[in-house]
């Protein structure tokens, strides 16, 4: 067979990428053959997939994330087109898990039909390989000043006459009005893909709900699959919820008597903020974003994260009194952890033809380091150890790369060539290596040391915390809320029968250009 489905959404942050990932777990248990895909992502959030070439490309960290729910590992058709906006203006086009170009919304126009053709194909081809292929969508289908371009939502769909539902958030209130009018500004070719609806982040009486499921129900004659519970221990590689303020997941009760608390510092173009998950994955370590420069006197560890736009977000960091905020933070003797865009930050200066072109700007100054940006990528998965023995894994997605140091500075890490990578001078550490904090050995050990600097003796990591083991239960999760709470079966018939015939048309449909 050759089943496929759009998961769309009324909004970003609906819950497309879970709801996807859910689906896909569900799938798998059954022992169906299947695969995610999203045409194209605009997230600075990517992971490392080695291609068929044997070099390592991106692809969004969610399509990752949603092959581990597959059980399948990540392939970069699964994302064929990967967006990361360097600045309001401008994005790097990821086209295969390879940059290609730096695009505005004008050249992109241009650029187009090319990563159309690219994403269709890549998805025929996934279509052929595997029974069902589960496309995410983005933003919402009835971006009506957008609809003539798309190829990620009902232009993906009309292509490749994939069934549509449409995912709504109620805890953001107006699920009905804005399920209704997602499908009635579409246009009849396209409403007859969308089969019906999904309600998210529902809490409370189910029973309240029904008499509004059942209206909506009347006025679009299709009907909802099913209402998912808000569920508080749903939280991986959610990108979408980086927001501020926020503890980052659920964090256990400490294993010894303090907490530790981690305060990230939220670049405006922060990449894979998704690194600092690991850490909150212990018991009593409290994991923060914050711009709040308040915040980071009083925390224990300050992480600056990666940037997709290193000198910009170091000029930000600045003007907002954060710089000085860290500054402070390490001269009070406090842990310091730089992480690629982040670590690029720490050294004496920055030489960067490539990414700003601001030319050479000075850094923090807290490593005897300077950094030079190369307009080739480095782009690869990285294995190595730390503290001689423990075992790291990580990937790397930078331009930038240590062009001077001091040979007698420590590095962080060790390079299965022998090489040294990132660097530890007193409270401060650094390193371009993404992900290396998902290596259990060698985050308890950091936390470690980071409590001993911080002061906070009553802190002690757990002896047994896996970080995969808990990515696992995350995708055990949405596979059971996804069995719960969805109409599996009539699920599986959109799936696999495709769009049913005979939806209703609602009016207007999409208004006159
Ligand atoms: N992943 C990152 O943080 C990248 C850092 C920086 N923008 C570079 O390309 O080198």
Known sequence: MSGGLLVAGTTSDAGKSVLTAGICRWLHRQGVKV????????????????GPDGRGGEIGRAQAMQAAACGIAP???????????????ASQVVLLGEAVDTITAGTFRQLRPRLAQTAYAALAELRDAYDVVICEGAGSPAEINL??????NMGLARHANLPAIVVGDIDRGGVFA?????????????QALIAGFVINKFRGDLGLLQPGLDMLRHV???PTYGVLPWALDLWLDAEDSLAYGRVLGRPAAPHGTEWLDVAVVRLPRISNATDVEALATEPGVRVRLTVEPAELAAADLVVLPGSKSTVADLAWLRETGLADAVLAHAAAGKPLLGLCGGFQMLGRAIHDPVESRQGSVPGLGLLPIEITFDPRKTVRQSVGTAHGDLPVRGYEIHHGYVSQTDPTLTPL???SDGAGEGAVLGVVHGTHWHGAFESDGFRRRFLTEAARLAGRTGFRVAPDTSFAAARERSLDLLGDLVEEHLDTDALWRLIETGPPPGLPFIPPGPPPA
């Open 35 to 50: 695969a995610p895909f999203k045409a194209q992502n605009m997230s600075n959030n990517s992971a490392v997939v080695v």
């Open 75 to 89: 392939d970069l058709r699964f994302n064929p087109v990967l967006l990361k906006p360097g600045s309001d203006l």
């Open 147 to 152: 609809r003539a371009g798309d190829y990620v």
């Open 178 to 190: 804005s399920m209704f009018g997602t499908v009635a500004l579409l246009d009849p070719a396209d």
């Open 220 to 222: 679009t004659g299709r």
């Open 413 to 415: 890490l060790t390079g």
